[in-house]
Every structure is written in structure tokens, then in C-alpha cells.
């Protein structure tokens, strides 16, 4: 049986329409295979992990020593996040007899792995509820004893930046995505915590 792509033509000059068979099983199936590729990419697209990485680093003094948390959340409504990790590392650009290289040196965390984040909560639900804790989101805090904008401000001169990757699974599909987010200066430490849910701004504890 022959495939057939059937065409409905709109005639102007009598208002008429003229409907023609083209029988052409090439022109069907390349016309399936991109429509079927299409629906492929955006099913991959959509089953993503969506993450989020605030491209500020909130700062404190506990203790007398400087804390350095970095805030992720979780942006769909839909699915959750498991086997979740965190790497911040250093990146040191250092001459070499033919160009540069990159010296890469990873900072330690308090925590770099987490089982589960739950969905991101929509309008409707806070219509009903009120979500105390955000549990979408996270924040990651560098070990005590790693000073970084003390770190960051001798180092600075030679162009070192940081960089966290949150890599994550999409609890329904299982597929894997990286997120990162590149800090290039020290300016982007700002003294204070982050405000509560999605918001990525930080406002100062006073």
C-alpha cells in the first residue's frame, strides 16, 4: 500500500479549491522522521532537571570566621530532583612557555551530595498553603576553615574565578543534567542571607 500526502489548494480567482494526491512515500517518511525527531528533543528538553544557581554569594561571620553559602533550587513544578551533587572549584589561569593553562583546585563543602528536592510550589498551591521551608531549594555552605573572599582578593590579579556544578536527576525520567555558574569576581560576594523561596536576592541580617 502506497503512502499518500493529500493537499487541500485555495483557487483566489473563482473561490474554488482544488484537492490533489501526491503519492510519495519518500517526502511521508522524511516528514515523519523530523516531526518525530522534534517531538524527541522537546520530550528530552522537558524531562531535564531544571536548576538554578544564584550568581551571588551570600556572606556571614559566625564564630568569628566568614561563612559563604550559595543558594540552588529546583525550578519545576512538575518533577523532583534526586542524586543531586555540588562541586565549587577554582579555576587559576597560569603561564606556561606556550600560552596558558588552567590550575583547577576544588574547594571544600559542608555537604556535596543530596538524595532529594522536592518540586517548586506554584500559585495555586500557596492559595491553600503557606511552604515554610521552600524545600525546593538548598543552600550550599563552604567549610569554615576556607576563607574565600580572603582567598579570591590575593588571587585576583592573575584573573581566578570560581565555579559550582550542580549535577542532578529528574526523579521521573532518570535523565541526567549539569548546571553551573561562574563566579569571576569577588564582588559578587554580598554580606547577608538569602530571602525565603525562589528568590535569589540577599538581603543583610540587620
Known sequence: MKNFIFLILFDPENGTTLSKFFYNSYIVEISGGIVLS???LFLIWFLRPKVKIAPKIASSVK???NIYKIKVI???YLFQLVDIQFELT???PQSTPKGMNIHVKKIPLKS???WFLSR???KFHNLF??????????????QDDFDLLNEWKNKAQNGTY???????KNNFSGITSIAHEKFNHYACIKPGGYCHGNSMEIESHD
Open 38 to 40: 522534534a517531538m524527541g
Open 63 to 65: 564564630g568569628g570566621k
Open 74 to 76: 529546583n525550578k519545576s
Open 90 to 92: 577554582m579555576l587559576q
Open 112 to 114: 556535596n551530595h543530596m
Open 120 to 122: 517548586r510550589k506554584g
Open 129 to 142: 498553603s503557606t511552604d515554610i521551608y521552600a524545600t525546593y531549594a538548598i543552600l550550599i555552605t563552604l
Open 162 to 168: 570560581f565555579d559550582l556544578k550542580v549535577i542532578a
